[in-house]
């Protein structure tokens, strides 16, 4: 029963993963890989199960850090269910293949939720001047991928663009029914409120412009979040201090809760993500900011790598205006909690019953 | 003998040609290693000419800013107490722990400072009681003064209703001022802008106007960004900007997808959601 007696059941001659350019390699021009869990397993179903087994402790055993997480990786348990050994062993062996492959000592964080804190999030609309500071913030603090060719620049926040409608005097009684009378503001032939629905890709030389309004959108952390109750492999969930994670490993790339997040909160790696060694963030978080694979999805998660460690969310220390917030909203004297109490609040697309734990608010 | 004298003489100038020279190529030598880690780069913070930080390895693989390679602002801080004191004294922030609010002292960035109350104002200046203010509360008009704010004469903080002395110490002119006439610092000019906008300074207070980075906890200890690290006391009203903050350069765009070949596209076609 020993894996050497029948060489053709060595995954490891047949599988080109576990060369030591894995998924999330730093070289961009490096080929992907050509295998996932799903394909790996079914595969592997062929074999008896003792003999992978077999064949797995002999490879965690290897000097090569890539193989040895690679293969612990395909067998190990959704994130939720590991226990607190499971989580240090899974740690150990990602900070020596990230520390091997970036060249640099990597930290895998593996702290979970505090007690008594319930993130959340609130920014002030009127302040937003649209200058996609915290968009690229985001990028160098998550390890998103930067690549140049399509698919393979991604960015967690977008920055929409907003054109100012115009509400004159003589447009006011411009309204449907014509003739009658009834104000609503403009029809559809002049609209006077907002005359685009908004763009993404603006570029002035300066920003803000006067005849536009800014809205930035990102992962919302929805209590009651679409995405988690349509995840066919739960990879996705809402941990207990708020953001909704994803455990990477388990994720098979079906995007179904890319179709059901109605915010456009989530991306995913179609390609090899692009990650340079000297631009990678060495602190990470096991469920935040670790180098993705190819062919899962990613979202924002409140840089959980920083605020589970008390610091705030990087596109919070980033924002020139100070318009984004970030707090415990089970603490009455937190930002959030204030703004909460004393300003205009609203949520975005409150009727989806979503939920969400980033509120919006103006002056 | 003439003969030798005249290559003596020929001998010892080139010899004093040769000498600089070869102090410059030693010189050269011992400079040569020196100015390799002198490529710095500079960032500023919130907007540009109010803080700038100088990028350096905090360890390596882990620099302590990462600045944008198109607009030259901060992206990220790998410490962000680097360089900040203790915020000091404020008005109902006796519930802050000690040590918790911190600021990043700009009096010794501010490069004229040092000069301004020895150089031309020494501490004497005009006459400055009721009687003798000038009319109109115009500033007398002084090249050096005006070629540091442009808008001098015509200054619209207030919409034109305060002036220098307003804001600026009448004989300490290293301090601001506040209502009772006491010296405020520079570094704390929140006393100063709290005199008009009580309730900016009671968000402001309350982490709900402003910036802040460092820790989240109510308690924590944070980076406060003062009044004038974001807005230009002096340009308030600048015409082209809008919503108080001043005209930056935005950071670059997302990718385009497949197909559309400028933003124009979005513009004139709209989002398909």
């Given amino acids: 029963m020993t894996p050497d007696k029948s060489p053709s059941a060595d995954p490891a001659q047949e599988k ?43 490879m965690t055993q290897s000097d090569d850090a890539a193989a040895a997480t690679e293969w612990a990786e395909h067998f190990q348990k959704n994130y939720r269910l590991m226990t607190d050994a499971e989580k240090a062993e899974a740690r150990t062996r990602l900070e020596r293949r990230y520390s091997s492959e970036y060249g640099k000592k990597v930290t895998v964080d593996t702290t979970g ?57 003589d447009k006011m009684n411009q309204g449907y029914p014509e003739g009658l009378g009834i104000q609503v503001g403009g029809n559809a032939y002049t609209p006077a ?10 570029e002035p030389e300066a920003v803000p412009e006067k005849d536009a309004t800014y809205m930035p959108i990102a992962c919302m952390q929805c209590e009651k979040p679409p ?58 978080h096991y469920l935040g900011n670790r180098p993705r694979m190819r062919g899962v999805v990613e979202k924002c998660h409140w840089c959980l790598q920083r605020s589970r460690q008390g610091r705030y969310p990087a596109c919070v220390e980033v924002c020139p205006v100070g318009a984004r917030k970030f707090g415990n909203l089970l603490d009455p004297e937190s930002e959030v909690s204030k703004i909460l109490e004393r300003k205009n609040v609203f949520r975005l697309k409150a009727e989806l019953n979503t939920f969400p734990k980033f509120f919006y608010f103006y002056d | 003998m003439n003969k030798l004298a005249f290559h003596t003489m020929i001998l010892a100038f080139c010899c004093g040609m040769m000498a600089p020279a070869l102090a410059q190529e030693q010189k050269a030598a011992a400079a040569a290693p020196a100015p390799a880690p002198a490529a710095e780069t500079v960032c500023f913070e919130s907007r540009k000419g109010a803080s700038e930080v100088t990028k350096r390895d905090l360890q390596p693989g882990w620099p302590n800013v990462k600045c944008s390679p198109k607009t030259g602002a ?72 005006e070629a540091m704010v442009p808008d001098l004469k015509d200054l619209q903080h207030g919409r034109g209703r305060i002036w ?76 082209a900007r809008n919503r108080g903050f001043v ?18 596209y979005e513009r004139v076609h709209g989002i398909a959601h």
């Avoid at chain 1, 409120?193 to 603006?202: K, M, P």
């Fill in chain 1, 16 to 58: 080109p993963s576990h060369s030591p350019t894995q998924a999330a390699s730093a070289d961009p021009s490096a080929p992907g890989p050509t295998t996932s869990r799903r394909g790996f397993l079914k595969a592997g179903g062929a074999l008896s199960m003792s003999s992978l087994m077999g064949t797995a402790a002999l």
């Fill in chain 1, 193 to 202: 409120g907002q005359v685009l629905e908004g763009q993404y890709r603006y």
């Fill in chain 2, 74 to 145: 901060v992206l990220w801080w790998g410490d962000p107490f680097d360089g900040t004191v203790p915020m000091g004294k404020m008005p109902l922030l006796d519930k802050i722990p000690e040590g918790h609010a911190v600021i990043k002292p700009r009096t010794e960035k501010l490069a004229l400072m040092p000069m301004c109350g020895v150089s031309c104002h020494n501490g004497i200046g005009p006459k400055f009681s009721p009687p003798t203010l000038p009319k109109g509360r115009k500033p007398a008009p002084v090249p050096t003064m």
């Fill in chain 2, 164 to 239: 220098c002395l307003d804001c600026h110490h009448t004989t300490k002119r290293n301090m601001l001022v506040d209502h009772f006439g006491d010296p405020v610092s520079f570094d704390q000019p929140q006393l100063l802008c709290g005199k008009c906008h009580g309730d900016k300074l009671r968000d402001w207070r309350d982490g709900i106007h402003g910036k802040r980075i460092g820790e989240w906890a109510s308690t924590g200890k944070k980076r406060w960004f003062t009044c004038t690290e974001c807005h230009n006391p002096h340009n308030v009203q600048d015409g």
């Fill in chain 1, 113 to 169: 939720p505090q007690p008594g804190v319930l993130m959340g999030y609130a920014l002030n609309i009127r302040k937003c001047i649209g200058c996609r500071r915290c968009v690229h913030a985001c990028v160098e603090e998550n390890n998103q991928s930067r690549g140049t060719r399509p698919g393979e620049k991604i960015e967690w926040i977008q920055v929409l663009r907003m054109e100012r409608g115009e509400f004159a005097k």
């Fill in chain 1, 227 to 284: 995405c988690v109750k349509v995840c066919p492999v739960r990879t996705t969930y809402r941990e207990a201090d708020g953001p909704v994670v994803i455990d990477y490993n388990w994720c098979i790339g079906c995007r179904m809760c890319m179709g059901a997040c109605p915010y456009w909160a989530r991306r995913i790696n179609l390609t090899t993500p692009v990650l340079p060694k000297e631009e990678m963030n060495p602190v990470t």
């Fill in chain 2, 247 to 264: 005209q930056i350069a935005p950071e670059a765009p997302p990718q385009l997808p497949r197909g559309m070949k400028d933003a124009k």
